[in-house]
């Protein structure tokens, strides 16, 4: 059996699943001192200590020099890169850019009766970061990483954006990520991954400047990089393993369903593809469609041991139960495959994002549909978002009070920094009576 299966009652029975993903949290503990020490390294030793790093691990004899990825060689790469990819590429990024365009927000102010004014601005970080990781080597490019991380700080105004990325073996970058770059104007592309790479960006070495927001996803070294920069620089969040959780009544069809479960198992070894479903029809034919379908993946013995250990089919007596334990879960990705997915949205809470119907798979909006893919995991969608417009901006109270309400409440306000032990606060706010 491909997975397990849970009989839930109740809501309060979600515990049970509860327990079942408890080990996924992963803070990477076991790597935080080799991070920590690579951190130190790159902060004191620069471009020196990013080409050690990069030679150890990643390209064999990789100098300094090799670190900032000419111009003219981001050009070049569209030659590699056949037509009807950079086709795709260009739409896949105008759709992401048209999703993004609706988020920006703007720059407000308001007037009171007395004739003070508060507002707030919203401005653009400078500097931007973005991690892309190399992908088995590099043979496998992750252009939606760059475009879903590039395109919201575009739009947010960011004036300088900096990629960064490990080279393979003979030192050159994929083709293709260098021709989504070049596609979206991007002109400065550096070679080198990991925790060093992240710690390029944050403190800056002779040839990367360090920035003010990182983003882009990466391995348990990268994450915990991120972790221990939090107040150094701006991070897009702290995601862990992939995950999806699909809600399936009895019209959904289980090689629907299976598939859409295999799509993140194959991920990692960590990801969990969880249903839910009120169906006890769908069950069998579910673990059916797994195994059949597990069979013929390349990466299937990734999706095996995921299913194995973090995958489950959980049979709920009816979809209200099926919806309480979902809250609870607050999945990255959640799919509704039931005969009327609209009518359930506005009882979901939390979760990354939703996918209504069986037209809407997951994939959809991992690379095509808009919408950022770069989302809370581990249940913290009860209270984070997805990366986003916002992650690359600021913003700045602006408050122009008159004479009349600072003379009018001055006593009110130092009454209360009184209150706090701050008497020049006291003072400050008495002096504008004098």
């Given at each position: 059996m491909?997975?397990?299966?849970l009989f839930?009652?109740?809501v309060?029975?979600w ?9 996924r949290?992963n803070?990477?503990d ?8 690579i ?6 030793g620069g471009?020196?200590?990013l ?9 064999p ?10 111009e003219d060689e981001i050009a ?5 890169v056949g037509?009807d990819?950079r086709?795709?590429i260009?739409e896949?990024?105008a ?7 609706a988020?920006?927000e703007r720059?407000?102010f308001t007037?009171?009766?007395?004739g003070?004014?508060l507002?707030?601005m919203?401005?653009?970080v400078d ?7 190399g992908g088995q080597?590099g043979n ?7 475009l879903?991380?590039?395109?919201p700080a575009?739009?947010a ?5 900096a990629?960064?990325s490990?080279p ?10 260098l021709a989504?770059?070049?596609h979206?104007?991007?002109?400065e592309?550096?070679r080198?991954g ?7 960006l944050?403190f800056?070495t002779?040839t ?13 070294w990268?994450?915990?990089?991120k972790?221990l ?7 897009d ?8 959780l699909?809600l399936?009544?009895?019209?959904a069809r289980?090689d629907?369903?299976?598939a859409?479960?295999l799509?993140?198992?194959e991920?990692d070894?960590l990801?969990s ?7 006890p029809?769908?069950?069998?034919a579910l673990?059916?469609?797994l195994?059949?379908q597990?069979?013929t ?14 995958g ?5 007596p009816?979809?209200?139960t099926?919806?309480?334990?979902t ?8 799919e509704?495959?039931?005969k ?7 009882t979901?809470?939390?979760a990354g994002a939703?996918f209504?119907?069986?037209w809407?798979p997951e ?8 919408p950022?893919?770069v989302?809370p ?6 209270f ?10 600021k913003r700045t ?6 004479a009349?309400f600072?003379r009018?409440?001055?006593?009110s306000?130092?009454?209360?920094a009184?209150?706090e032990g701050?008497?020049?606060h006291?003072?400050?706010a008495?002096s504008?009576?004098?």
């Amino acid at each position: 059996m491909p997975c397990r299966t849970l009989f839930l009652r109740s809501v309060d029975d979600w515990k049970e699943l509860q327990a079942l993903l408890a080990g996924r949290d992963n803070p990477g503990d076991t790597v935080e001192p080799a991070v920590r020490e690579i951190l130190d390294t790159v902060r004191a030793g620069g471009d020196a200590a990013l080409a050690d790093y990069t030679s150890r691990f990643d390209c064999p004899g990789f100098d300094a020099a090799r670190i900032r990825v000419g111009e003219d060689e981001i050009a070049a790469a569209l030659e590699e890169v056949g037509p009807d990819d950079r086709a795709i590429i260009a739409e896949a990024a105008a759709n992401i850019r048209a999703f993004h365009e609706a988020q920006k927000e703007r720059s407000w102010f308001t007037t009171r009766p007395d004739g003070s004014v508060l507002g707030q601005m919203v401005t653009p970080v400078d500097r931007a970061g973005l991690y892309v990781p190399g992908g088995q080597g590099g043979n496998t490019p992750l252009i939606s990483s760059l475009l879903m991380n590039a395109i919201p700080a575009q739009v947010a105004g960011v004036p300088e954006i900096a990629v960064i990325s490990p080279p393979r073996k003979d030192g050159t970058l994929n083709p293709f990520i260098l021709a989504a770059a070049h596609h979206l104007g991007i002109t400065e592309v550096h070679r080198a991954g990991s925790a060093w790479a992240i710690a390029a960006l944050a403190f800056g070495t002779e040839t990367v400047r360090p920035v003010d927001v990182i983003a882009g996803p990466g391995n348990i070294w990268v994450t915990t990089a991120k972790r221990l920069l939090i107040g150094r620089v701006g991070i897009d969040m702290i995601a862990g393993p992939s995950e999806i959780l699909i809600l399936a009544d009895h019209t959904a069809r289980a090689d629907w369903v299976a598939a859409d479960m295999l799509s993140q198992a194959e991920h990692d070894p960590l990801a969990s593809s969880i249903c839910i479903t009120d169906s006890p029809a769908l069950v069998d034919a579910l673990k059916l469609e797994l195994v059949a379908q597990c069979d013929t993946l390349p990466r299937a013995d990734i999706a095996r041991k995921a299913l194995a250990d973090w995958g489950a089919i959980v049979v709920v007596p009816d979809m209200a139960t099926g919806i309480g334990i979902t809250n609870k879960v607050a999945p990255e990705h959640l799919e509704v495959l039931t005969k009327d997915p609209w009518a359930l949205l506005g009882t979901i809470r939390h979760a990354g994002a939703v996918f209504l119907g069986g037209w809407s798979p997951e994939p959809v909006g991992d690379y095509y549909a808009g919408p950022n893919h770069v989302l809370p995991t581990m249940g913290t969608a009860r209270f984070s978002s997805a990366l986003s417009v916002q992650t690359f901006c600021k913003r700045t109270s602006v408050i122009s009070a008159t004479a009349a309400f600072t003379r009018g409440h001055a006593a009110s306000i130092a009454r209360l920094a009184r209150l706090e032990g701050l008497e020049a606060h006291a003072r400050s706010a008495e002096s504008r009576n004098r």
